[in-house]
């Protein structure tokens, strides 16, 4: 094994300081991934405008806990490193540098190129200094009638303390100079605006001028202000967004209904610690030093913005457009051929495994299976997980019908996913209601894997049915994120789900398992001992090949595995999409380890392991990607595949088709940056996502 002191890369002479990156600094660097997308002329314009949104979003729940914990552990003095070697105080600094030059970039992009491209296109966002005077009185109307009525201004004096500011929330701080009636002086005041307004406004054509006209709610409140003032003189108005910690924390010892518990952490959750303060540009000095030292933030936590101070809300946009030329291709999933008839599912599935590779085959069988498992006469029970499911959810409906009609239905229901955690209570208590005996799993571990077993009387005996996935039982979700899912009445694998669903309801120590590795007991130590196999076949002289793809790779014994590997001979391919704390292209470390990010049109999703295993060829489709948590605190299986032609085709469509990308692909290289991947000189384009669509949807692409 390389030592632990500083090695220096191939290309240079710059020292890298550890074996490991940070996982921080990973996540921004996939949100410039993303923004990429942006700037390429091949992501039609509505889609750009997404992606822009997306960003937003993934900063926000990045805030919220990432950049939370470093401050915490600031605040608590804490100078523990991590595998990195970087202490929580240096960690903020590098990331609040990465942070402020991605946002300043991502509203760039909107100003510079989306929003004049979508002026372009006749889908205008009209700025207040450019309106009409006809549009000034349609604004003024609007005000008069659905905004004024809801707000409540408070001016702050001594009666009028600073509001409770909510987590992510739109508020306005106003400048003003004069007395008021009871001839008390002004200075500040607050306003804030109500989420069930709106956060942008679409005007008539006639109006508007153009086919798509928006107005921002702030641009309308800034307009009228002084009507909420009377009298007084409105120096400044400014809107500004508070980002909070968001993390849910519950101790052990002090819960015993975790429901409750939790319906009373969430309240707290909108007040939590300040983390970040988001203001306009043009906010004076004097008041984004007012605001700042209200919340107790620095400077560093300030956030100056060209324009909507939450660009999330935008996301609506593209689906109020209708304008398919400024959008993807649409594409119709198709089915894969053993679900081509009309026959039962379990008629199909007890003769043959099916996969299905989502979002290019539809969700539907899914749902199906539950559906029809409801309403089966022979079916005696139904168990299943739920992580997140949505607000509205085909399949717990099913579950719920299945409880009503007399099925013993079983739900593990994970109460801590996080920011689905409301909507989790809420599929809980109807499930309750309907007979569903409903568990919570076991606390201080969260189960995230994808289970769903049903149990049907087939003559004189039972026989097990399963579906195990790598994503989410989410519909919607389903449609926009990679994802395989195996049905199966395999007799050893259903004989393993049932017995890790008996472990997570029940008492009793951990049962060996046929063929499923489970974390937190098995999986961890089985994807070590499978990469010391790959090691000592490559060192007998066999070849030596593992490749896996995931969301994120951060669990440093693995990497140091990974490592030894590599230096064995042992071929690595590596997709993760998002963080990767290994070092890849090391000379003596990790020269035979590729990494690489797939990012595109789709959230990839899925997770699959590979090993060549001396030509068996294992391969294992997950719901765990390798990270420290997924390992050790959560509940997790890994299904190997066994029928032969589904092997292949996870080889194919998972594993082999994004290796072959060169247009989503990006390539990380020994001091964790990415470059674009691109065609060889003269050689095509190779798209995956174009590819899998291609292959297995119906599409006008």
């Not at 992606?51 to 470093?70: K, M, P, Q």
């Not at 009666?159 to 004069?178: D, M, Q, Y």
């Not at 594409?331 to 099916?354: C, T």
């Not at 590729?594 to 060829?617: M, Q």
Request: proline share 5%.
């Amino acid at each position: 094994m390389v030592p632990l002191p500083t090695f220096h890369t191939n290309s240079n002479s710059t020292p890298l300081p550890s074996r490991f990156l940070n996982r921080e600094l990973g996540q921004l660097s996939f949100n410039r991934r993303v923004l990429a997308l942006v700037e390429d002329e091949s992501t039609p314009l509505l889609e750009q405008l997404r992606y822009l949104c997306i960003v937003s979003n993934n900063l926000d729940e990045f805030f919220e806990t990432r950049v939370a914990g470093l401050k915490q552990q600031i605040h608590e003095g804490l100078a523990k490193s991590g595998p990195d070697g970087l202490s929580p105080k240096e960690i903020y600094r590098h990331v609040s540098t990465a942070a402020h030059a991605l946002v300043t970039d991502q509203y760039r992009l909107l100003n510079e190129r989306v929003l004049p491209r979508l002026a372009q296109e006749s889908i205008c966002f009209l700025r207040r200094g450019h309106w009409t005077e006809v549009q000034h009185r349609w604004a003024r109307e609007y005000f008069l009638k659905e905004v004024k009525p809801v707000l409540t201004p408070i001016g702050l004096d001594t009666a009028h303390p600073f509001p409770r500011i909510l987590n992510k929330s739109l508020n306005f701080a106003v400048e003003l100079s004069g007395t008021d009636a009871f001839g008390r002086p002004g200075t500040h005041a607050i306003v804030q605006a109500p989420r069930a307004l709106p956060r942008f406004i679409r005007l008539p054509s006639d109006i508007a001028g153009c086919d798509y006209g928006f107005i921002f709610l702030s641009s309308i409140l800034h307009a009228n202000v002084g009507d909420l003032f009377q009298g007084m003189t409105v120096e400044g108005c400014y809107q500004f967004r508070l980002t909070r910690n968001s993390e849910v924390l519950l101790d052990d010892d002090d819960v015993s209904d975790l429901r409750q518990a939790l319906k009373g952490e969430l309240r707290h959750r909108q007040y939590g610690d300040e983390v970040r303060l988001e203001i306009p540009e043009n906010c004076s000095e004097s008041m984004s030093l007012f605001l700042l030292n209200t919340f107790e933030l620095q400077e560093s936590d300030l956030y100056r913005v060209d324009g909507p101070v939450n660009l999330v809300r935008l996301m609506q946009v593209p689906d109020l457009v209708d304008r398919s030329d400024l959008k993807f291709p649409p594409f119709i999933p198709q089915p894969p051929h053993e679900l081509a008839n009309e026959l039962p599912l379990f008629d199909i599935f007890r003769k043959r495994d099916v996969l299905l590779h989502h979002p290019f085959q539809p969700f539907t069988p899914v749902v199906q299976f539950v559906q029809q498992a409801a309403r089966d006469p022979d079916v005696l029970a139904i168990k299943q997980t739920v992580y997140r499911a949505g607000n509205d959810s085909e399949l717990i409906d099913a579950l719920i019908e299945a409880a009503r009609n007399g099925k013993e239905v079983t739900v593990i229901v994970e109460l801590l996913a996080r920011f689905d955690e409301e909507a989790n209570m809420n599929w809980a208590a109807k499930l309750e209601d309907a007979g569903a005996h409903v568990v919570y799993g076991v606390f201080g571990y969260k189960t995230h894997a994808k289970m769903c077993l049903i149990i049907r009387r087939e003559g004189a005996s039972l026989r097990r049915y399963a579906h195990l996935g790598t994503g989410n039982y989410h519909v919607r979700t389903a449609r926009s994120y990679t994802d395989f899912g195996l049905f199966t009445a395999h007799p050893d694998i259903t004989s393993d789900v049932s017995a890790v669903f008996m472990q997570i309801t029940g008492l009793g120590q951990q049962k060996s398992l046929h063929h499923l590795w489970q974390a937190p007991f098995t999986l961890h130590s089985q994807v070590l001992a499978a990469i010391t196999r790959e090691i000592q076949q490559t060192m007998n002289g066999q070849k030596g090949h593992i490749i896996a793809k995931m969301n994120a790779l951060t669990e440093p014994m693995l990497i140091e595995a990974l490592y030894e590997a590599s230096q064995a001979g042992v071929r690595i391919d590596l997709i993760v999409r998002g963080v990767c704390l290994l070092r890849p292209a090391v000379k003596g470390l990790s020269e035979h380890i590729r990494v690489r990010s797939i990012v595109g049109r789709f959230l990839e999703h899925h997770r699959i392991y590979y090993f060549r295993h001396g030509g068996a060829h294992d391969l294992f489709i997950s719901s765990a990607d390798w990270m420290d948590r997924n390992f050790f605190r959560r509940i997790e299986v890994a299904v190997p595949v066994l029928d032969v032609r589904i092997k292949k085709r996870l080889m194919e469509e998972g594993l082999r088709t994004y290796l072959r990308d060169n247009c989503q692909a990006w390539i990380m290289d020994e001091a964790g940056l990415y470059r674009r991947a691109k065609p060889a000189r003269n050689g095509a384009e190779f798209s995956s996502h174009v590819a899998l669509l291609k292959r297995l949807a119906y599409t006008t692409c």
